[in-house]
């Protein structure tokens, strides 16, 4: 009996140190592999080193089994403006269509943690890169399917990717971020590669799709490029909501999908209401007809100020990547903006300070260039260009613009220089603004000519380029690439750069930018590149100011990340419940 307890005991002795031994050569196997391809990992993703960088990202769940609290409700998002389109491809998307879209009806394979600012698998199960960075592959999970049952296959990544490429899909802001691949490959119907002509520290950003998402190939295809490019409505995807309907000059609804694969919103109803005037639009939230609303600057610096309102409303002021920089744009294929003075000119009758504290009620900061103002692209050394009026007659003087027959308005080679400048219309604070801009030029001797145009037609108008002079804003961006915005090839065919900015040394500087995974050459460059723009002024930079939202306090788990607001994580009591 002894002897036999004394084997049992070696055996099993023997059998845990070789357990020992195994999982010890496991970890010292997957240590190697992390050291070899975690900083590969971590340049192309640019989002700071993460606890276990491996070649083989997975997906432990799609996020968490459900989102906290009660079922029911709805939110109603009163916009100022109504979007063009709904497409997301189209060049013709703004800010609203992702609001609306990104996220909620489209999905895209990896997607941007709202607290770590990491890519993580949403779609995609897992992905691989390459050790030299220059193949990508993603294997699809194998529960993904559109909201009408389709399974989501590789079938559909490939053909957004070649949707977006197609020269005749008005798509040219999307294909941009697709120069830099070679080819994809279907390996099966749930792995897909992308192959890479050279390395790009955006790529896996890109071909993620993370700005626009997947869609299904059995919806969209076509024939003709134009049965695409005239889609912008009924938009259908594989996300947490699909589209209901869209009453053109009142809103766009969207309802729950209760055949979604993944966790769903509490939330059974999202609608989105166009209220074009200010007042109304807060009248319409004082009386809880809507439950949120991107204040104005004036508005949020009023309504915070009354203790009353914030017992009803919380209003919430952060900073997010994706914040926009707000300018006024010149555009230099005109007679007017072609000289490097003349728009240096420009800048110098402009008092940002003053549209701040005024216009903003000390809501901004004052720009001098394109990058997110809290991250290190983002120049600080730089200086912004005083408000000179002396300082832009004579820069108007040395560009050939003086009065020659003394009507006041400076001319030259006989044009006046007299333009227009178009802001959205409906608008107080662009209104204020072209006032501004109006009474300070005619100080220098320029006519400015106010163009108060409608939001749908102001995007068609800048796309096609046919404009003098405008203001608007743009958003940002987790990782930044000045490419979309700057790069002279992006000058025309319905592409971003819409001022025709042409610099060899930008376009060389941004160029190589893209080639850098090292994040602090990078920034090096993009110092350099911020230095140009600042020079040259194909924008005046005005501001840029924190994101402003106010919301019913009906609403529960409202969070700020580091993202930003993360809207599915949203719920309404059911005490307080209003809709059913």
């Given at each position: 009996m002894k002897n036999s307890s004394r084997t049992y005991t070696f055996c099993l002795f023997a059998f845990l140190a070789m357990m020992l031994a195994l999982q010890l050569s496991l970890v010292s196997s997957a240590s190697r592999l992390n050291d070899r391809f975690g900083e590969l990992v971590t340049a192309l993703e640019n989002l700071g080193s993460t606890a276990s960088a491996t070649s083989q990202r997975t997906a432990q769940t799609a996020g968490i089994d459900t989102y906290p609290g009660d079922e029911g409700d709805w939110r109603i998002w009163a916009f100022h403006v109504e979007p063009r389109t709904l497409n997301p491809l189209s060049v013709d998307r703004d800010t609203y269509t992702v609001w609306i879209t990104q996220r909620s009806i489209f999905e895209s394979l990896l997607e941007y943690d709202f607290e770590t600012l990491e890519l993580k698998p949403l779609l995609a199960e897992s992905y691989d890169v390459s050790d030299d960075g220059l193949e990508i592959t993603f294997t699809l999970r194998d529960d993904i399917h559109f909201s009408d049952g389709v399974p989501v296959t590789t079938d559909d990544v490939i053909f957004t990717y070649e949707s977006i490429i197609n020269p005749e899909v008005d798509a040219a802001a999307m294909a941009n971020l697709f120069i830099d691949v070679k080819e994809v490959v279907k390996v099966s119907d749930r792995v897909v590669k992308f192959v890479m002509k050279q390395v790009y520290f955006k790529s896996l950003e890109n071909v993620c799709f993370w700005d626009f998402g997947i869609l299904p190939k059995h919806i969209y295809q076509f024939e003709d490029a134009m049965e695409l490019n005239k889609?912008?409505?009924?938009?259908?995807?594989?996300?947490?909501?699909?589209?209901e309907n869209w009453q053109v000059g009142k809103e766009i609804v969207l309802r729950r999908n209760e055949n979604y694969w993944g966790p769903k919103p509490k939330l059974k109803k999202i609608i989105y209401r166009f209220i074009s005037n200010d007042v109304a639009r807060i009248q319409?939230?004082?009386?809880?007809?809507?439950?949120?609303?991107?204040?104005?600057?004036?508005?949020?610096?009023?309504?915070?100020?009354?203790?009353?309102?914030?017992?009803?409303?919380?209003?919430?002021?952060?900073?997010?990547?994706?914040?926009?920089?707000?300018?006024?744009?010149?555009?230099?294929?005109?007679?007017?903006?072609?000289?490097?003075?003349?728009?240096?000119?420009?800048?110098?009758?402009?008092?940002?300070e003053k549209i701040v504290s005024s216009l903003l009620k000390g809501n901004g900061k004052v720009t001098t260039g394109s990058f997110y103002i809290n991250s290190e692209q983002y120049d600080k050394t730089i200086e912004p260009w005083p408000y000179d009026i002396d300082k832009a007659k004579q820069l108007l003087d040395e560009a050939g613009w003086v009065d020659t027959d003394g009507d006041g308005i400076r001319d030259k080679d006989g044009v006046k220089f007299s333009f227009e400048f178009s802001i959205p219309s409906r608008d107080i604070y662009y209104a204020r603004l072209g006032k501004m801009l109006k009474d300070s030029a005619a100080k220098v001797g320029i006519d400015v000519i106010i163009d108060p145009v409608e939001w749908s037609i102001l995007v068609g108008k800048l796309n096609d380029r046919k404009f003098e002079a405008v203001s608007m804003g743009w958003g940002g961006d987790i990782l930044q690439d000045p490419y979309q915005l700057w790069h002279s090839s992006q000058i025309g065919n319905r592409a971003s750069n819409y001022g025709g900015f042409r610099n060899t040394e930008a376009d060389a500087i941004i160029?190589?930018?893209?080639?850098?995974?090292?994040?602090?050459?990078?920034?090096?460059?993009?110092?350099?590149?911020h230095a140009i723009l600042h020079y040259e002024q194909p924008y005046t930079f005005l501001y840029t100011r924190p994101v402003f939202r106010i919301v019913d306090k009906r609403f529960e788990n409202i969070k700020i990340y580091p993202l930003g607001l993360n809207y599915f994580e949203w719920y309404v009591p059911k005490s307080q419940q209003k809709y059913k």
């Open positions: 889609r912008v409505s009924n938009p259908v995807g594989s996300g947490p909501y699909v589209f319409a939230l004082r009386s809880h007809e809507v439950d949120m609303v991107r204040a104005t600057e004036e508005q949020f610096a009023d309504l915070t100020a009354e203790a009353d309102f914030q017992d009803e409303f919380n209003c919430l002021s952060f900073w997010a990547p994706y914040v926009p920089f707000y300018y006024m744009c010149w555009n230099q294929d005109t007679p007017f903006f072609a000289d490097r003075r003349v728009r240096l000119a420009m800048t110098h009758i402009v008092d940002r160029e190589q930018a893209r080639r850098t995974l090292d994040v602090k050459k990078r920034t090096e460059l993009y110092h350099k590149f």
